[in-house]
């Protein structure tokens, strides 16, 4: 199963390296959105607090990895989808799926991170914790819009049902993430943030079992 999530993985890089169009879009959205936040919220002249500054920083790699990870499976037309069912587990469908856009979502949240800090200061004093927090915060929203994006993909209207499925599942990661990244910013210590990491890491290990489990019987529809 192992050397099929890696003939997929390297499938899905050369189709995105291929169709640069839809991963230059999603960076010039996450360069945009910040310079749109530097001259809007008075960031430009230095009032922009350290909770308004982490707020919307996840706010952005939110709808980022939205826009990022909701094409996974509705850009999939039925011929490929029956290709991939003929050569390929639907488990490792799956994983492929949730290590690929983990990867592109933690591209996006260090890039998001980057041009944050050269443009409205990085105001970060535990920086290993907070890259920590994004790289668990990337795996958590990967796996549920995956996961989501593969259900949506069997309705007509999967746009709207996959906002809806995902908002319950979202909002808890998000804001353990939040929490955590507060506190790196803050420089406290790392003990207070280890309960918050575990439940961030439960809820990743809930969400990835359940779409391996589930996935398999949606596929085989």
Not at 60 to 66: D, G, K
Not at 159 to 188: E, H, V, W, Y
Not at 200 to 212: C, K, Q, S, V
Request: proline content about 3%; overall charge positive.
């Amino acid at each position: 199963m192992w050397n099929e999530i890696i003939v997929l993985i390297k499938k899905e890089i050369t189709l995105e390296w291929r169709q640069k169009y839809a991963l230059n879009g999603i960076l010039l959205y996450v360069v945009s959105a910040v310079f749109i936040t530097y001259l809007s919220v008075g960031a430009k002249q230095g009032n922009i607090s350290i909770p308004t500054w982490n707020a919307l920083y996840w706010v952005i790699i939110l709808f980022s990895s939205v826009n990022a990870v909701a094409k996974s499976f509705v850009q999939e037309h039925q011929g490929r989808q029956l290709y991939y069912y003929m050569i390929a587990s639907p488990e490792a469908i799956i994983l492929s799926k949730i290590i690929y856009n983990s990867l592109l979502t933690l591209i996006l949240s260090l890039l998001g991170y980057i041009v944050f800090s050269v443009i409205l200061g990085n105001p970060v004093q535990d920086q290993p914790m907070f890259i920590l927090n994004l790289l668990m915060g990337s795996m958590g929203f990967s796996a549920c819009l995956t996961m989501v994006s593969g259900i949506a993909s069997k309705a007509s209207n999967n746009a709207t049902l996959m906002a809806i499925l995902s908002f319950p599942i979202i909002i808890p990661i998000l804001l353990m993430a939040i929490k955590i990244s507060k506190n790196a910013i803050d420089g406290l210590d790392r003990e207070i943030s280890v309960d918050k990491l575990i439940t961030l890491l439960a809820i990743n290990a809930i969400i990835g079992a359940t779409a391996y489990i589930l996935f398999p019987y949606l596929w085989r529809s």
